[in-house]
């Protein structure tokens, strides 16, 4: 149901919170600088740029199968030490990395486990990260359970039960199942504030990502009604502004 295509759209929706996530998860990995990382799914470039800013590598590849997505990502990232390459998890060459890194990409890896095997045979440094989609990714959260209580038929489709890994245990089993040992796990929080309920509400009017694609699917009075619940149940300070969190949990291991 979800598509991933339009950069500028990804953005207003979770990449400018991706970016928040990025800089700390980055921070966490503390790699000495001048190393060659990969980054699978690079998306817009969000993680790709914030490697660039502040772990000095040598080289950074951006793969990803958005043909989409990788030329906004050329565009945004203007850096000789950076390239992209449309690819998907499943198409990685052999190339030889110190770092691997996957930002909020391995939930929608149909192969994860070997994806995460692949991953470890070509780099030193595995990491990613992903939403916290049952409890802590709250923009999301407040919209799936006013849609699955207008709609309970649809609740599983709410990605945080399509995506129950999406924690610490269930991001240990998956990288235990590739192989790894002395795997370390921990969340990052970062905030998301909106101005006004438009705010929030007009990023998923445009179709890019589950939510939003399966906002798309309904009819107007649907939406309508999705909309105004969610609104009525939000935590709307005086001024009209409305103060969320975002939650992420990682993953690294070192071969």
Do not use: H
């Not at 980054?39 to 660039?52: F, H, K, N």
């Not at 007009?202 to 309904?218: C, D, E, I």
């Not at 649907?222 to 939000?234: F, K, Y």
Request: net charge negative.
């Amino acid at each position: 149901m979800s598509e991933w295509s339009q950069g500028e759209i990804y953005e207003s929706y979770v990449g400018r919170w991706s970016r928040l996530v990025a800089a700390e998860f980055v921070s966490w990995l503390d790699q000495p600088p001048g190393l060659k990382w990969l980054d699978v799914g690079c998306g817009t470039g969000a993680l790709t740029s914030t490697i660039l800013a502040s772990a000095a590598p040598g080289e950074v590849v951006g793969v990803d199968p958005s043909e989409g997505f990788v030329g906004y990502a050329r565009g945004a990232v203007q850096d000789d030490r950076a390239r992209f390459e449309v690819r998907s998890a499943a198409e990685l060459s052999d190339e030889a990395f110190d770092v691997v890194v996957s930002g909020l990409v391995l939930n929608f890896i149909p192969e994860r486990v070997e994806a995460l095997r692949k991953m470890r045979s070509i780099g030193t440094t595995v990491a990613v990260y992903v939403w916290d989609y049952a409890e802590g990714m709250q923009l999301m959260k407040y919209f799936w359970d006013a849609a699955g209580d207008i709609r309970p038929q649809d609740r599983e489709l709410d990605e945080g039960r399509t995506f129950p890994f999406c924690n610490p245990a269930g991001l240990e089993g998956l990288f235990a199942e590739a192989g790894f040992a002395d795997i370390v796990t921990r969340p990052i929080v970062v905030p998301t504030l909106f101005e006004s309920f438009d705010a929030y509400w007009t990023p998923f009017l445009g179709g890019q990502g589950v939510a939003p694609a399966y906002l798309r699917s309904l009819d107007p009075a649907t939406q309508a009604e999705v909309r105004a619940l969610v609104e009525s149940r939000l935590p709307t300070n005086p001024d009209g502004s409305i103060e969320l969190t975002a939650r992420a949990w990682s993953a690294r291991a070192t071969n």
